[in-house]
């Protein structure tokens, strides 16, 4: 069965500082996709980055990067120079080739100080 | 191009009514997804539906709930009666196909509150 895992409930960040918010995932699918979604307090779900398995580098959309560990099933998120806009909860998906539907993490919530 | 549209935006009603979300897919998208999100039990997936047919509706909680897709760019999802516990917000999402590469695309979701 295939299961996202994000042991990370809460993270306090210092404005401008670096952000890694952690992912591992278990599939049997020798294809599928990985995601992050933000989810700020105003409650919508927005996309942010998409990770193939079978793609070389790591994804990359503006200061979001995806750290991807194929070996070690890691997917985990990088936001660089983070802004207080960045305040909000994070979740990891994954979408296997063999399964319509994307499975989603329980989330992170941070918290950007100023 | 319009993102997946849902109303209404904010819902207030009693325990017992009939209570109708509506959604509106983004144009060119063959699945449709209904989730509901609450702090207990997380984002679960409710029902999905791929060309207009429901695929797997076994995450639909009981048979007060019902999903229809009349057509390509229309999904409803029904609770009747309502109850306090139907509390949460409710996304609709929609992909292109089912292709591990395919993003699912969220609309703003429906607040629901039962009282």
């Known amino acids: 069965a295939q299961k996202i895992t994000q042991t990370q409930p809460g993270m306090f960040v210092q404005e401008k500082e670096a952000v890694t918010l952690d992912c591992t995932y278990d599939?049997?699918?020798?294809?599928?996709?990985l995601f992050w979604y933000k989810q700020p307090s105003s409650g919508e779900m927005i996309f942010l980055i998409y990770?193939?398995?079978?793609?070389?580098q790591n994804a990359t959309e503006g200061r979001y990067s995806l750290n991807f560990q194929k070996a070690r099933k890691s997917a985990n998120l990088v936001i660089s120079a983070s802004q207080l806009g960045d305040s909000a909860m994070y979740f990891c998906?994954?979408?296997?080739?063999?399964?319509?539907?994307?499975?989603f993490g329980k989330g992170t919530r941070l918290h950007i100080l100023p | 191009d319009a993102g997946v549209i849902q109303s209404p935006r904010h819902e207030v009603t009693e325990m017992g009514q009939e209570v109708t979300l509506r959604c509106k897919p983004i144009?060119?998208?063959?699945?449709l997804f209904w989730y509901r999100q609450t702090m207990m039990r997380g984002l679960e997936l409710l029902i999905y539906?791929?060309?207009?047919?429901?695929?797997?509706d076994s995450g639909m909680p009981e048979d007060r709930f019902s999903a229809k897709m009349p057509n390509a760019s229309f999904s409803t999802l029904k609770i009747q009666p309502s109850e306090p516990r139907d509390s949460a917000v409710y996304f609709c999402?929609?992909?292109?196909?089912?292709?591990?590469?395919?993003?699912?695309?969220f609309g703003p979701g429906t607040r629901l509150l039962v009282l």
């Open positions: 998906a994954m979408r296997g080739a063999r399964d319509d539907k994307i499975i």
């Open positions: 990770q193939g398995s079978y793609d070389q």
């Open positions: 144009s060119g998208h063959d699945y």
């Open positions: 539906f791929n060309n207009n047919v429901p695929i797997d």
């Open positions: 999402a929609s992909s292109f196909s089912a292709g591990p590469q395919e993003t699912q695309y």
């Open positions: 599939t049997s699918d020798p294809s599928y996709g």
